[in-house]
């Protein structure tokens, strides 16, 4: 169920990126800089990477969610603002009308989250 206080996100940019990672994002919330983390994405770790192939994984994926943002016409988030384990906002983004993380999952570049169950990016 969506808040009725709707509250005013918008990215912004922190060391020239909007995303910190696939599923990690610059926002705005009322003023305040925090961050949003994807619903329903898991993307490959940059900050502990458990191998090379995660990492380079990890730089696909957010590489790729930092340029559909920069080229994007229109820009949504869908949130109910519950907070994640770290404080960030769980929120859904939706870019041109597309679900980014739908998007990304559809192009190899993270999986659906599933609480409790951390995917092992080094495997084959």
Known sequence: MMSIAQAEITLR???????YDGDTCYVTVD?????IRLLELDTPEIS?????????WGLRARDFINNRIENAQTIEF?????????????SYLIID???ISAELVRNNLGVVYKKGFKMDWCQG
Do not use: M, S, V
């Open 78 to 90: 869908k949130t109910n603002f519950e907070l994640d384990w770290f404080g960030r906002t769980l």
């Open 31 to 35: 003023g305040a800089n925090t961050k």
């Open 13 to 19: 940019q922190y060391n020239d990126r909007y995303c």
């Open 48 to 56: 502990k990477p458990k191998c090379e192939q995660e990492l380079e």
């Open 97 to 99: 009308g597309e679900d």
